[in-house]
């Protein structure tokens, strides 16, 4: 493991609102203009560095992951040593410009490869979690923090929601979840195709789009409008859209604390096996957790991601299962190698 290097493991972040008025809905939160999201991720410490919408919702690729703005809805997911917490005052402010109130927060995390590189409030987690008690506003009562262990103490699953009386979530469907999986330990080869040439002379959208093509990335949902972007000399970032759907994927890949994330919003009847075995072909990592946040426990589906990454050479090793406000479920699992090459 290498001294210090690049934190790959992301911050996640929630926010659902709720109207009086239904005009508001129509747009809602995508009335906030780019000087304002611009203003947001400044505080953050990252970027924009491509965007995409369709007439559901828009994403935007940062220089530390993604953000994707709905009308209602706003998820921003940052790496590195970003503060994401510092982004909740300033996009309640222009929600409330827009007439619309705070309903609901989930924040998620994995376990920092370098945690001690960490700036506050991300110190620790119960620096996080006191944070997040002292921002959010009073009517979000019903709180939950809780970590969500597996068999290795450098693993586990941070997770914090709050919601006020009136929900209004967007997981009200028993059969719509959201999937946030880590890997680790990527296979050395396939991590290299995220590596840029010296001096290639290409943009990072021209070489992202390469990248996506080569690695097999537009085939994990060939349904979806995908925007890429490459960094120099190394890295990758996706979101992709199929129709008020998102999918993203996060890339780090050097060798020593590499790293790739796919977080998706998925329903049960979808082929969710076709998915992890295209995931999990495009990385081979040494170990992977898989996160699924539902509003009901669902073995059948369980079972079925086990069985989709066995044959690839992954066991699962352990899972944990907590009960969260709104009835919300999170299942974590996580899976190893069966066999390492040194």
Known sequence: MAVSGFEGFEKRLELNFFGDDPIIFQLGLRKIDFESIQQVLEAVQCTVVSAVGNSYFDAYVLSESSLFVYPTKIIIKTCGTTQLLKSILPLIHYANHLGLTLC?????????????????????FNDEVTFLQDTIPSNLCHRKASIMPSKSSSHSWHVFTAYS?????????????????????????????????????????????EMTELTGINEINPNALICDFAFDPCGYSMNGMDNDWYS???????????????ECVGSVNDNIVHVLRKVVQIFRPGTMSISTTCSGYNNEMLKKMVKAVEPLGLKCRSRAVDQFPAGE???FQTFTARRRTV
């Open 104 to 124: 609901s927060c989930r924040y998620t995390r994995g376990s920092f490869i370098f945690p001690n590189s960490q700036p506050f409030p991300h110190t620790s």
């Open 165 to 209: 009386s009136i929900t209004h979530h967007s997981h009200s469907d028993s059969d719509i979840f959201t999937m946030e999986i880590c890997m680790t330990e990527l296979d050395l080869i396939l991590a290299r195709k995220f590596f840029r040439r010296p001096g290639d002379g290409k943009t990072g959208d021209s070489a992202g789009k």
């Open 248 to 262: 993203t994927i996060h890339v780090t890949p050097e060798d020593g604390f590499s790293y790739a994330s796919f």
């Open 329 to 331: 479920t999170v299942v």
